[in-house]
């Protein structure tokens, strides 16, 4: 079966701290990851995907297939990444798409 | 620009009552989700659909039926709403994959009260 952990439900960091969010998946084939954000009254959007390799409002994430871990990850958070983060993992059924997505974790950057 | 639409932002209804909620994209895309988001919980499945007519459940189907007449059109119906119903509902659609898996894009939210 097909499952996202996403360990912490808050993460409070200082600005200009790094900040990493974890997030582990299950699954026996190939996997595309996702980070999708929902800033406050704002629609869910995704953030970055694993197959494009960039870089996102500062945002980098690397697949870890032997840790099985997409993890999100900047080094200087500022106060607008404050979000709800969501990991989503995506899996291809021939005639469509799954997606899975993790429990979320509210990210606040404070002052 | 992308659009995806949902037919109400707030909706307040009554133990029993037949809820629809409606969902409308204009990417001509093939998938269409609707999930609902709780707290701790996520955002959790209910049901998929990769074509007109075609649908799948996901991983809470129950006390829902979905319906996908047209391409752009995919509703959401509760047969008699229940308290434990009351929940944030949003609509999602994606291209049908080719070689590289499609982010998908989505609605506002609607977000449901059942009293």
């Known amino acids: 079966a097909q499952r996202v952990t996403q360990p912490e439900k808050l993460l409070s960091v200082f600005k200009g701290a790094p900040v990493e969010l974890k997030c582990n998946y299950s699954?026996?084939?190939?996997?595309?990851l996702f980070w999708y954000v929902q800033y406050s009254r704002q629609r869910l959007q995704l953030l970055l995907r694993?197959?494009s390799r960039e870089s996102i409002k500062g945002f980098t994430a690397d697949l870890n297939k032997g840790e099985t871990s997409f993890h999100l990850k900047k080094p200087f958070a500022q106060e607008e990444d404050s979000a709800m983060y969501y990991c989503?993992?995506?899996?291809?059924?021939?005639?469509?798409?799954?997606?899975?997505f993790g429990p979320g974790t509210r990210l606040s950057v404070l002052p | 620009d992308v659009k995806v639409t949902q037919s109400s932002r707030y909706l307040v209804k009554r133990t029993g009552e037949k809820v629809f909620l409606e969902c409308v994209q204009d990417?001509?895309?093939?998938?269409m989700f609707w999930y609902r988001q709780d707290p701790g919980l996520g955002l959790r499945l209910i049901y998929f659909s990769y074509d007109v007519k075609m649908k799948e459940k996901g991983d809470i189907p129950e006390g829902y039926s979905v319906s996908r007449e047209k391409k752009e059109r995919f509703s959401l119906i509760l047969e008699s709403a229940s308290t434990n119903q009351t929940s944030m509902y949003l609509c999602?659609?994606?291209?049908?994959?080719?070689?590289?898996?499609?982010?998908?894009?989505f609605g506002p939210g609607t977000r449901l009260t059942v009293t």
């Open positions: 990417m001509d895309h093939e998938n």
């Open positions: 999602a659609s994606s291209l049908r994959p080719s070689g590289f898996f499609n982010e998908q894009y």
């Open positions: 694993h197959i």
């Open positions: 699954y026996s084939g190939s996997p595309e």
């Open positions: 989503a993992l995506s899996t291809d059924k021939g005639y469509g798409q799954n997606f899975v």
